[in-house]
Each structure stands twice: as C-alpha cells, then as structure tokens.
C-alpha cells in the first residue's frame, strides 16, 4: 500500500510540473502496478491510513485488495417475533412432520448482556461454598505464654497460635457461605428464550418425535450422532422422565449429555454446539415460558 501511495505522489508531481521538449523527463522510481497504468486512482494519507477516493461507477477496485471470503447472510431477520416451522425427525432421520416453535420463545432479539447475567447467576449459585480457614480458637497450637511479660525485651504475646507466628491461624479468612447472587425471574426466563433463539438461528436446533433407541448399546448412539452435520457436542432433551436405554447408551460419552426439561439451563445450551429436543418437550418449555410469573 505504502508503494502505491509514492507511486500516486510521483505521478501527480511529474504531471504538475511543465515538461520542456528539450529536457528529458525525470524517471519515476517505484513502477506502476498494471492495473493503475490503467486507471489513476488518487489516494490521500490521513493519521497514518490510505484513504481511497474514488467515486461511483468510475474505476475499478483492483482484486488484490479484495476479500476473497464469501460472507453468509441470514434469509431472515432474526427476533422479530415469528412463528417458525421445523421438519420433525428421529435418529433413524425418518421424517415425522412439521411442528410450529413459538416466536415469542424461539426468536427473541439476541441479548449478549442478558446471556451474560444469566451464566453469571448459574456459575455463583452453584458454588459450594464450603471453604473455612481457621482462627486463633480453633487452630492447633499451646496456649501457654511464650516469654515473660516484661525484661526480655520483645514484643508482650499470650500464645503462639496468632496469625504473625509459624503454623498460626489465618487472619480474615475465607468461612462457609454461600455465593449466590440475586437475579429477576424474568431475566432468567429471558436468558432461556436468548439461548433457544440463538440455537434456531444457527440452525443447531433439532426436533424429535422421541429419544428412542432399540438398545442399551453405545454404538447405536454414537452412531446417530455422527450422521449429524457439525455436531461436536449433543445436548439431548426429553420430556417427561429420562429412557433407562438412553441413559446407558450415553453415560459413557463425554460430548453427549442427557437432560430432562426441568433441567434445561443456558450454561448447558452453550457448553453444547447442537441442541436436540423432543417435540414434548418444545412444548413443555413453551408452556413454562407462557406461564405467569409468581410474585
């Protein structure tokens, strides 16, 4: 960039200048790319950037300074609020119909910061809390008086189980209790809608007829999961209680968890890449979520 800015000054500087028939033109140091032979684009250094000033329809951008990645646009807009329509399956990728996922659940405006709030809440909460130092009463050590009161010269001490001796107690400690933050049940509802509306957007939102499996068998589920496109880590999401054969089938897995709808959550949907829910439960959810807020 910096050797096509000279090369613009140079030839603006030798065009300014009267040329003599009998004097022979001074040569210009840095060549010309091909395509500025071309079309002479002026370009004007402001703060340490080229700016390229070109108007419409008058020259061509040379190729070399385009992208050559091809940017995806979404074929709608996302959080308006819109009924959508999903193609309902299984594992065998049977087709069993379309099903109607709510707009006021399933594409809600995307919001980082209540995204954030939430995982921050779930992360406090389940923190255990349990840690406990101990003080001058509980740790182990003598309580006889080290040295005499007075004629030694030192520092008066009653005991050496103070926080400024060897093997003494902690001073300000930490104590059980517990981490949890406060956080509104519309926000932690809202945080929900979010991680659902950003899975659907994606496209990682799968919907089931049911969670079903022949066998107990690992394979059988490992072997559904890799037909699924990107899927690195599966969240699987029944409705009503939990298949003993899926359990089984998925316990060993460490990219695949089971969880009922009770226990759908926004720290899981963003641990997992693919979200794959029943139709009972997509109608469980959007029934919790349509329920009113007890105050």
């Not at 519309?186 to 919907?207: F, H, I, M």
């Not at 589920?221 to 009503?240: C, E, F, P, W």
């Amino acid at each position: 960039m910096r050797g096509l800015i000279r090369a613009a000054a140079l030839l603006r500087h030798s065009q300014s200048q009267p040329r003599s028939l009998l004097t022979k033109p001074a040569p210009i140091e840095a060549p010309l790319v091909p395509w500025m032979s071309k079309h002479l684009i002026p370009f004007s250094p402001y703060k340490g950037y080229s700016t390229l000033e070109t108007h419409e329809n008058e020259v061509l951008i040379p190729p070399e300074l385009l992208s050559v990645r091809s940017v995806l646009t979404p074929d709608r807009q996302i959080g308006e609020y819109a009924d959508l329509v999903t193609r309902v399956t299984n594992f065998r990728g049977e087709d069993r119909g379309f099903m109607v996922l709510a707009g006021d659940v399933f594409d809600v405006p995307l919001r980082k910061d209540i995204i954030h709030r939430v995982v921050k809440w779930q992360l406090a909460k389940r923190q255990q809390g349990t840690h406990s130092s101990k003080t001058v009463s509980t740790v182990s050590g003598t309580g006889r008086k080290p040295w005499p009161q007075k004629g030694t010269g030192r520092a008066r001490h009653g005991h050496l189980r103070g926080p400024q001796f060897r093997h003494g107690a902690a001073c300000h400690g930490p104590k059980p209790r517990s981490h949890a933050i406060k956080l509104q049940k519309k926000v932690r509802r809202l945080g929900l809608k979010v991680a659902l509306s950003a899975r659907t957007a994606e496209g990682k939102l799968l919907v089931f007829e049911d969670l079903g499996l022949p066998s107990h068998k690992t394979k059988n589920i490992v072997n559904y999961v890799s037909q699924m496109t990107d899927a690195k880590k599966v969240l699987l999401v029944d409705g009503g209680p939990l298949d003993d054969k899926l359990k089984l089938a998925t316990r060993n897995l460490h990219y695949i968890n089971v969880l009922p709808t009770i226990g759908l959550n926004v720290y899981s949907i963003l641990q997992h890449d693919t979200l794959v829910m029943t139709r009972d439960a997509v109608n469980r959810i959007v029934e919790r979520m349509h329920t009113p807020i007890n105050r």
